[in-house]
């Protein structure tokens, strides 16, 4: 299983960025059964959360990306979404993919990461 993530760039403060997380190789049945979120980690500073889809479907933002990103997926094609709007400098980070798998498939997984710029 490898976790192949898309969509970082470099954008302007309040422009928007779309990052993928596809999950390659994954049996449906662990994607499903799985937790999926994203977390981000700043020059300097420790990984944090950002977002996820618990397995009953709730979803989850740190209070920083609230209202202004909007996590999703698509389990047909195991892929994991970020919709990032209203982009802020403090979002610039290297943005990670995980899928706490560990109920099903006794593991978790983590993307190679996807850099975000964002300029004031």
């Known amino acids: 299983v490898e976790l192949v993530e898309s969509g970082g760039g470099s954008v302007q403060a309040g422009g928007s960025l779309r990052l993928s997380c596809r999950a390659s190789?994954?049996?449906?049945?662990?994607?499903?059964?799985?937790?999926i979120g994203w977390y981000r980690q700043a020059p300097g500073k420790q990984r944090e959360f950002v977002s996820n889809i618990t397995v009953g479907g709730t979803t989850n933002y740190a209070d920083s990306v609230k209202g202004r990103f909007t996590i999703s997926k698509n389990n047909s094609r195991r892929t994991l979404y970020l919709q990032m709007d209203s982009l802020k400098p403090e979002d610039t980070a290297v943005y990670y993919c995980h899928i706490d798998a560990r109920l099903v498939a006794r593991r978790d997984y983590w993307g190679q990461g996807t850099q975000v710029t964002v300029s004031s």
């Open positions: 190789g994954m049996i449906l049945s662990t994607f499903t059964g799985a937790a």
